[in-house]
């Protein structure tokens, strides 16, 4: 599927970004100003012929040369190679596979970047971290991204249960949409007083579902969404702590939820950094909500080029 935002301006630098998630990819045509001409998605692809068929179709479209494809993926990458280091879950095909060959774009350049960091390389230079040097970002989504290592899978609970990552009780497995919806359901299952009831298909409820009935009275998704705040509040003072950041961005569909997600948190944050850090640290949304791994994995390609610096 794809939709035609704008025109581009004649002569100014383009770039495709591809942003691979575990169930959908995306890509856009991206100018120099981070904004998308074009953008495109369908459903993860399940093979590398299917990953080089829907980037040459991009690529295609695009008419105009373009400066290069980044592409921002799930997992550990070796950005130097664009090998993918580490992959687990549906995408694991694309695992030990350097990108650059997967695409074979010919002569046009490929970029790749662990999919958390692209969202922060666009938050830096289009959004919320403009002029900072010193930022932390969470991606809250399906998992937990970390712009810095792996934030998602710092450890919160050593008895906790068991995460993809193969360590125990990581912020993930405590605060991330499987996990609050996980958590829902084993109130369902318990029989506990819930608001929310399967669909007709028996589909759980989903972490949006969650949020509103929370916001409603629900006990049950107030009880399930406070536990979960509990600990991204515990994981991000650790983080202040541990990176002492100029700002904090949250990313990701959780944070869509918006004032709801960070003002029972801020307060308690605040008050447990206060005399090491001796000052309040922002915590912001991603101001490029939806679109930062496209637009980060295309400035890749303006970084590289020397178009764009940090
Ligand atoms: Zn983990």
Redesign the pocket.
Known sequence: MSEKLSSADSGDPLAIGVDIGGTAIKAAIVGIRGDLFESFHEPSPRTASALRDFVHSVLKCAKIPVEGIGIGCKGIIDAASTRVKSLPGDLHFLEGQLLSEVIAAGDVLVCAENDARTALIAEVLWGSARGRRNVVMLTLGTGVGGAAG?L??VTLDPRGGL?????YG????HFSLRAIESDYWAHMHRAASVKLSTGSTGQRPDTQAIFRAAAEGDESARCVIDRALEYLGAALVSFLHTFDPEIVILGGNIAAAGPQLIAPIQDKIARRTRILLGREVPIVFQKTVGYGGVAGAAGLIFLQQGLLAI
Do not use: K
Not at 163 to 167: A, E, L, R, T, Y
Not at 170 to 173: F, I, M, S, V
């Open positions: 792996h998602g899978h995460c993809i990552c193969g360590n990581c912020l993930e497995t």
